[in-house]
Nanobody
Framework: QVQFAEFGGGLVQPGGSLRLSCVYSGIQFQNFAIGWFRRGPGKEREGVAVIGDSLAGAREFYQDSAKGRFFVSRDDGKKTAYLELNNLTPEDTAVYFC????????????????????WGQGTQVTVSS
């Protein structure tokens, strides 16, 4: 059974940092991308970043709101992906989700929900002083 689970959320002050983890199981091969999304209070879920298939170079994709502040990485030996959040603002308050990409290989991602499946339950990030 394929499962994704997010960890590492919490309360952080503006300007602070967090590192979220996405642990997956039930997948034998790592030829898939991992996407990060978030849903803020009263908002639709939106894409944040993607790290691509490791066998295709693990390319990184970021939404404009994340560029320069958020960074994705993955450790396939640990079956874990990471999302590093820096210089956080209250607008980054949201539940953060990870999911498995549907495209294998050298894919270009829009970071849209229809490109992913097997969603985790999410981890809450709250940015407040």
């Amino acid at each position: 059974q394929v499962q994704f689970a997010e960890f590492g959320g919490g309360l952080v002050q503006p300007g602070g940092s967090l590192r979220l983890s996405c642990v997956y199981s039930g997948i034998q091969f790592q030829n898939f991308a991992i996407g990060w999304f978030r849903r803020g209070p009263g908002k639709e879920r939106e894409g944040v970043a993607v790290i691509g298939d490791s066998l295709a170079g693990a390319r990184e994709f970021y939404q404009d709101s994340a560029k320069g502040r958020f960074f994705v990485s993955r450790d396939d030996g640990k079956k874990t992906a990471y999302l590093e959040l820096n210089n956080l603002t209250p607008e980054d308050t949201a539940v953060y989700f990870c999911a498995r990409g549907l495209c294998s290989g050298n894919c270009n991602y829009r970071i849209a929900e229809d490109e992913f499946n097997f969603w985790g339950q999410g981890t809450q990030v709250t940015v407040s002083s």
